[in-house]
């Protein structure tokens, strides 16, 4: 079972949006010392809590800043950008760091409409046919030549339910999570149509103490993210004591329900079952984190906690 890092670029209340660009190298340098496989970054766009737009310059700088760990995406949503662009910028990082990049997609539209008109992106009609011609231009099939011509790198797709079934299309790999950890029959249908399935399960994931400690360190993350479904404010991580005491609508205290019990949280014992029933049920080779803190030693302090604890299951401990 393999071990990889999501970073997302959340900002942090009462730290600039630079701060938060230049955790994400810092958290990449640790993971690298952690030995984990990979570390990946997202794609959002004018949203206060997460910072991280410009996936292939983030994956630059990460790259940049370390020399063995994998760098990717999760993604780069492909309703934004013309393939053949994204496919000039993935190749010019294959060139500066051969064998180190990976590249996950998706299909995700700006968080709101005044996003999703800025991008130019009213719908995501016709995702296929543009993960269709990012394939070809990274293998030199397109009518054109993309340069610098290199080996073509991994691709994964983000997938849904529906997105399973692009993925065995495609035969590709995938990264799951939400609803479908609890979809075995789901996964194994993608399995039974592609020849070389893999499936990689993105999950956040915290350590502690014991269960009231880690729900406390998840709860500033919980809680931006059912202000922003149900305010479409997605806002900076608070401190944990200030999430404790956000005012929240009903439904939104439900919402912050929901989210932390699709985590995997709690002091070790508890977490290395939950994510060994995971992985046996859905067949996963590799569990790609994405917990964040607020504090960010906190966050140092899970990564190599959840480092220690895959590699203790690795190993049958």
């Given amino acids: ?25 810092r958290r990449a340098r640790r993971a690298e010392e952690l030995g984990l496989h990979r570390f990946w970054v997202a794609e959002h766009h004018a949203v206060p809590g997460v910072v ?4 292939t310059v983030t994956m630059a700088a990460v790259a940049a800043a370390t020399s063995r760990v994998r760098v990717g995406t999760a993604g780069v949503m492909l309703p934004n950008h013309s393939p053949f662009v994204v496919a000039e ?10 064998g180190r990049v990976d590249v996950g997609v998706g299909r995700s539209l700006g968080f709101t409409a005044p996003v999703r008109r800025a991008l130019g992106t009213a719908s995501a009609d016709g995702f296929e046919d543009r993960l269709g011609e990012l394939l070809d231009w990274l293998h030199g099939r397109g009518p054109v030549t993309v340069r610098p011509r290199v080996p073509a790198p991994p691709v994964w797709l983000l997938a849904t339910g529906s997105g399973l079934a692009t993925a065995a299309r495609f035969g590709l790999p995938v990264v799951v999570g939400g609803s479908l950890l609890a979809d075995p029959a789901a996964l194994q249908r993608y399995r039974e149509r592609t020849r070389h399935a893999r499936v990689t399960l993105a999950l956040d994931v915290l350590l502690a103490r014991d269960e009231a400690a ?40 439900a ?40 504090a960010e030693d906190a966050e140092a302090e899970n990564d190599t906690r959840v480092a220690r604890l895959v590699a203790r299951l690795r190993t049958g401990g």
Wanted: proline share 6%.
């Fill in 89 to 98: 910028q993935l190749a010019t990082l294959v060139a500066l760091h051969p």
């Fill in 52 to 55: 991280g737009s410009a996936p």
């Fill in 214 to 253: 880690a729900r406390r360190e998840l709860l500033p993350q919980a809680v931006a993210l059912a202000r922003s479904r149900s305010r479409g404010e997605f806002g900076p991580l608070l401190p944990p004591q200030e999430a404790q005491r956000a005012d929240l609508t009903g439904r939104e205290r």
């Fill in 1 to 25: 079972m393999l071990l990889s890092l999501l970073d997302r670029s959340r900002t942090r209340s009462g730290r600039s949006d630079a701060e938060a660009l230049q955790a994400t190298v």
């Fill in 255 to 294: 919402d912050v329900e929901r989210t932390l019990a699709q985590t995997v949280h709690g002091d070790e014992e508890t977490v290395a079952a939950r994510l060994a029933d995971l992985v046996h049920r859905t067949g996963a080779v590799e569990l790609l984190v994405s917990a964040t803190p607020f």
